[in-house]
């Protein structure tokens, strides 16, 4: 069990980037507080609402979070990968240009 737990860790590192690492955190928090939230508020009522409060900002912080790198990734993210495209556009086309042998007179 404990390997197959370190194995789904490992697969999850190495095909999710950074960002996607910070959601599912986010996510993750959230649910769990939720969770903590309603087991402590069958013991003691203001502390659960206090976790509840807790649990709510770490979903605020997801929806946030998913927000600002929507935005980053439509406007910013997309064009500086259209520009380097066509930047390498040009420098492959040049390149192909000058290799090309003179003709002969």
Avoid: C
Wanted: zero cysteines.
């Amino acid at each position: 069990m404990y390997t197959l737990i370190k194995d789904a860790l490992e697969d999850w590192n190495l095909a999710t980037d950074s960002r996607r690492k910070l959601q599912h955190t986010y996510l993750l928090l959230a649910i769990s507080l939720l969770f903590v939230a309603g087991v402590i508020g069958l013991i003691n009522y203001e502390l659960g609402q206090r976790v509840l409060f807790i649990a709510i900002l770490a979903g605020a912080m997801f929806v946030i979070n998913a927000i600002a790198w929507a935005l980053l990734q439509s406007f910013i993210l997309l064009r500086i990968g259209v520009h380097e495209a066509s930047v390498k556009a040009v420098e492959k086309t040049t390149a192909q240009i000058s290799k090309k042998p003179s003709a002969k007179k």
